[in-house]
């Protein structure tokens, strides 16, 4: 069984910043990619940032230059800090991870619970 679990939301003003984390435990053999996704009221879910394990990263144009998505490999732990906050980045965000778990090395993709993001302007 492999589990996720984030943190690090609230409420922040706009131009403000918020580090949100989403620590792996289970039996996990391998992390291939690290993604972080967001979901507004009303809208549908979008990816905002992504990591592989060979450290390619790939952003959301509209998070471009704001976000930065990282990880701490022997944490099983991946970060999203967003900075320059604006009203319009107010979603819940989850994190999700394609990885092979153990004992069988069975690819799995797996999400966490969402943490909410709220911008007030």
């Known amino acids: 069984q492999v589990q996720l679990v984030e943190s690090g939301g609230g409420l922040v003003q706009a131009g403000g910043s918020l580090r949100l984390s989403c620590v792996a435990s289970?039996?996990?053999?391998?992390?291939?990619?690290m993604d972080w996704y967001r979901q507004a009221p009303g809208k549908q879910r979008e990816l905002v940032a992504s990591l592989t394990s060979g450290g390619k990263t790939d952003y959301a144009d509209s998070v471009k230059g704001r976000f930065t998505i990282s990880r701490d490999g022997a944490k099983n732990t991946v970060y999203l800090q967003m900075s320059s906050l604006k009203p319009e980045d107010t979603a819940v965000y989850y994190c999700?991870?394609?990885?092979?778990?153990?004992?069988?090395?069975?690819?799995?993709?797996?999400w966490g619970q969402g943490t909410l993001v709220t911008v007030s302007s």
């Open positions: 999700k991870l394609d990885l092979e778990r153990l004992p069988d090395y069975r690819y799995l993709e797996v």
């Open positions: 289970g039996n996990i053999f391998a992390i291939n990619v």
